[in-house]
């Protein structure tokens, strides 16, 4: 039962091929034969808040005998055994996160050893329960294409500016000689910046929220 549970589980998140993320940071532990599996899923936006996030929770779990790990971030994608036998921990966490589309996602799963060997197989199908277990339907929120950018003006288009970005994540805001925004937008958005004859430069192409919000 609790497998035909989780198979279907994931078949209701997984429905469709678009991009997904999670919408709010979360945990979840399991127990097997004596093991503690407590697997942490965290929104990214860049490679620094991996980084963080790994020392922040070696710092909270210090005792653990493992540290597992997988990212996607955009195109870029990466898994961590830490110690475990080679592919049976970082990948598996890794081949969730794909079969659930997600993106802009870590997944760690730090395991404290419970004095039984689970062997390869059990190690796979531990650190894939314990994941597909911290996955929540209502926790999943649905990505679209974009693009990170810059765009400059003047100080006198200042209010028309932040009107026309009402709905845009503002990411960071210089005001030296002239206004510079880095923002994230949706594709769809950028032929708005070109009609108001905004100075614009695409830094990079990204995902982004479909219900992405302004920052005020």
Request: some cysteine.
């Amino acid at each position: 039962f609790n497998n035909l549970y989780l198979l279907l589980k994931l078949f209701i998140i997984t429905s469709g091929d678009h991009m997904q993320t999670i919408k709010n940071n979360t945990h979840n532990e399991i127990i097997i034969k004596n093991s503690r599996f407590i697997c942490y899923l965290y929104k990214i936006k860049d490679l620094n808040d991996i980084q963080n996030y790994l020392s922040n929770i070696k710092s909270i779990e210090k005792d653990a005998t493992h540290y597992c790990y997988a990212y996607i971030l955009n195109d870029l994608k990466k898994s961590s055994d830490d110690g475990e036998p080679s592919g049976t921990a970082g990948f598996p966490i890794l081949k969730v996160l794909e079969n659930n589309n997600l993106s802009n996602i870590l997944a760690i799963v730090i395991r404290y050893f419970g004095g039984i060997k689970l062997g390869a197989g059990g190690l796979v199908r531990a650190y894939t329960k314990s994941v597909t277990n911290t996955l929540s339907i209502d926790n999943i929120i649905s990505l679209t294409p974009g693009y990170n950018l810059t765009i400059e003006f003047n100080y006198n288009q200042i209010k028309e500016i932040d009107y026309l970005l009402k709905d845009i994540t503002i990411n960071n805001k210089e005001f030296n000689n002239t206004i510079i925004y880095n923002i994230d937008i949706p594709s769809n958005f950028l032929e708005t910046i070109k009609i108001n004859n905004i100075n614009y430069q695409i830094n990079k192409e990204i995902l982004i929220e479909d219900n992405h919000l302004s920052n005020k």
